[in-house]
């Protein structure tokens, strides 16, 4: 089984500044796909990237990019120029391209706070 | 697009009670799924639907629990005999998937239980 792993339960920022925060998991699978969501308070689970892992190039969408390290198995995500709206819990997930075995393994996430 | 409905937003209920909760998802999601989220926690996988066939269940969807989609629309999750460690953030997400096509979640705003 798959299994997903944040190490960091709580990250905080300056606002405008850059955070990384940390994700590794575990798989014997070749293929399969990453994302990452956001989860501010009392709202609902957003996308905010998502990684093929046949891809080698980074995604990056705006201010959000991530770092996918394959043979380390890590896919960090990067915020550039951190606002006041991106404080939420990140969570990282994997997905396995199988049919049948499509669910996401979600980690524990990270609590991101911006400081103004 | 409307987004994923859930109903109730919260529930309240006595241990040993019984309980139902209903997920509408995004109209033309083929895929449905529940999580469950406790506090501090990352969504844990319940089970999830493509159409009406109920392709995988976790083991932690106990007896109790049952999930069912009629006619591939609507869901409903069904707790059976309440206990107090049912008291959760009940997630629903969709998405539309086929061959080749891999979509990303979209989530409701969960249904939150409290059994007391």
């Known amino acids: 089984a798959q299994t997903v792993t944040q190490s960091q339960p709580e990250m905080s920022v300056q606002e405008a500044e850059t955070v990384t925060l940390s994700c590794t998991y575990d798989t014997s699978e070749s293929d399969y796909y990453l994302f990452w969501y956001k989860q501010p308070p009392s709202r609902q689970m957003i996308l905010v990237i998502r990684?093929?892992?046949?891809?080698?190039q980074n995604a990056t969408e705006n201010r959000f990019s991530v770092n996918f390290q394959k043979a380390a198995k890590s896919f960090s995500l990067k915020i550039s120029d951190s606002q006041l709206g991106d404080a939420a819990m990140y969570f990282c997930?994997?997905?396995?391209?199988?049919?049948?075995?499509?669910?996401?393994?979600f980690g524990t996430g990270t609590r991101l706070t911006i400081i103004p | 697009d409307t987004g994923v409905s859930q109903d109730p937003r919260h529930k309240i209920t006595k241990r040993g009670q019984n309980v139902t909760f209903r997920c509408d998802p995004i109209s033309e999601h083929n895929r449905l799924y529940w999580y469950r989220q406790t506090l501090g926690q990352g969504p844990e996988f319940l089970t999830y639907f493509q159409n009406e066939a109920q392709l995988e269940k976790s083991r932690l969807l106990s007896d109790r629990f049952s999930a069912e989609r009629p006619k591939g629309s609507f869901s409903t999750l069904e707790i059976q005999r309440t206990e107090q460690g049912d008291s959760a953030m009940y997630l629903c997400a969709s998405s539309h998937e086929g061959t080749g096509l891999i979509s990303p979640l979209h989530f409701g705003n969960g249904t939150r239980l409290t059994v007391t």
């Open positions: 990684q093929e892992a046949y891809k080698q």
């Open positions: 997930a994997y997905r396995s391209p199988n049919f049948g075995n499509e669910k996401l393994t």
